[in-house]
């Protein structure tokens, strides 16, 4: 097991690093110039060829790259000029390993930048989370088990209509009617569980977890039927029916553990693209978390942000790969990682 963890994360580093590459490529190639954006709106071509070379934005795109690759393992200083720093260290922020970058936009580290972006989207992703999984598998085993009747047929028909609204409209729905006009809640602005304490903090989150969960519980509560109906139809099943045990052992004991294991898969890549920032919700809601963070980045020709961004969401989506194999071990006997 210990080696298979250890083989899967040499190979998810070589990923990243392929990853990062591959957005510097795209980043430069598109035709939007990201001095523009660096220098400002009353920009002179002078100075705009000024701040280009000051950013390493005339460097070669693979220097570029080795450059933030360094960064990444050693730390950087920005801008990453020794007289500067030997005149005036003031004036020269350092980035301490692993660094990410320095956002010219928005005058931080794009580590500084995350790390206050981090909690808000993690807030909203566990809470989006114990939702739509704890809705989503109980109806779903209640269909299963009521398969063909008036419950089973209500169930499946209000998931299919909740699936098929997107997410700004369940967003907007809820935040115009649900806060604004019935007042049953407050107007949701975030409130750090440090700051404002556990009742304000998930007060905050009630909403915009509510939109996200709707949506993928509404996948799950089909997935969750269709997984239970196929596990109790296998043989171990109707063998453990034909011994005499009781419904309820059969099906938490016997079908359940066989349904939840392909579950833990789509659990697992969901939690980890929504730990990378739900960009609808979170600008629906006005929440910076790294949503809201990676769509100003884009709009503003971020480079270190964008890079950043998509690191973090590339190792969240091959942790969650590694917990997830690592799990089925766990929950299914017949599995055998190694």
Known sequence: MLAYVIRRLFVGVIMLIVMSLVTFVLFFASPVDPAR??????????????????????????????????????GRDYPDDPELRAAAPELVTHCAAPCFGYSVVNTKTVNELMKEAFPVSLSISIAALVLWLFFGVLFGVIAAVRR??????????VSLVLYAFPAFFVGLFLLKFVAIKWQWVEVPVYSPIAEA????????LLLPAVTLAVLYMAGYVRMTRAFVLESMSEDYVRTARAKGLKSRRVLFKHSMRAALTPLVTLVGLDFAGLMGGAIITETVFN??????????????????????????????????NIIVDVLYAVIDPRVRVG
Do not use: H
């Open 148 to 157: 063909g009747t008036l419950i089973d047929r209500g169930i499946v028909a």
């Open 37 to 74: 954006y660096a220098c400002g709106k009353n920009c002179s071509p002078e100075l705009r060829e000024q701040t280009r070379k000051a950013l390493g934005y005339d460097k070669p795109v693979i220097v570029q790259w080795t450059d933030f690759l360094k960064g990444v393992v050693q």
């Open 287 to 320: 929440y910076n978390g790294l949503g809201k963070l990676a769509y100003d980045a884009n709009t503003t020709n971020d480079l270190p942000t964008i890079i950043g961004l998509v690191l973090l969401l590339g190792t969240f989506v091959i942790v969650a």
């Open 197 to 204: 304490g556990v009742g304000a903090w998930m007060t905050s």
